[in-house]
């Protein structure tokens, strides 16, 4: 059986699939990092969808996921996860990381998308350790692929040669990768 979940080592913005996941921040209004270089690569109809989004709800809680347009990204659209700031460890930090992985994956499966990539949530500006969000990201989408057929094809897109590394080890280990 061919593996469902791959590690790609590049620029998330680059990668052609059905959505993007975004770690965004809580505003949606675009930000540093691959939120930054997500709504930099998508342009303007971005921003405008994720403000359209803000009138609505307002801002978006860490732990939540909300979907808009991609713009100008090779994908159809776009996951806005937002996830934790890292704060010791003590504040539901790693239950509100999986709520955003698994947040993304649920609005990927209602909207039929067969193809998804995740950026490493959180471990950027918000400070969360590496290996311990990648062990959540890798459980949950695990977790979450076992009982469901869609996403048929979920990436982990890792900007740096390390975590790419780090994601590929903790994918050999429970024997479901192949990385690119």
Known sequence: MKSRVHVLHGDITQVAVDVIVNAANSSLLGGGGVDGAIHRAAGPALLEACKKVRQQ??????????????????????????????????????????????????????????????????????????????EIAVKTVSKFLIRRALPDQVYFVCYDEENAHLYSRLLTQQGDEDTF
Not at 73 to 78: N, S, T
Not at 84 to 110: C, F, I, K, T
């Open 57 to 134: 709800m307002g801002e978006c809680p860490a732990g939540h996921a909300v979907i808009t347009q991609a713009g100008d990204l090779p994908a159809k659209a776009v996951i806005h996860a937002v996830g934790p700031v890292w704060q010791g460890g003590e504040h539901r930090e790693a239950e509100l990381l999986e709520d955003a992985y698994m947040n993304s994956l649920q609005l990927a499966l209602a909207n039929g998308y067969n193809s998804i990539a995740f950026p490493a949530i959180s471990t950027g500006a918000y400070g969360y350790p590496r290996a311990a969000a990648a």
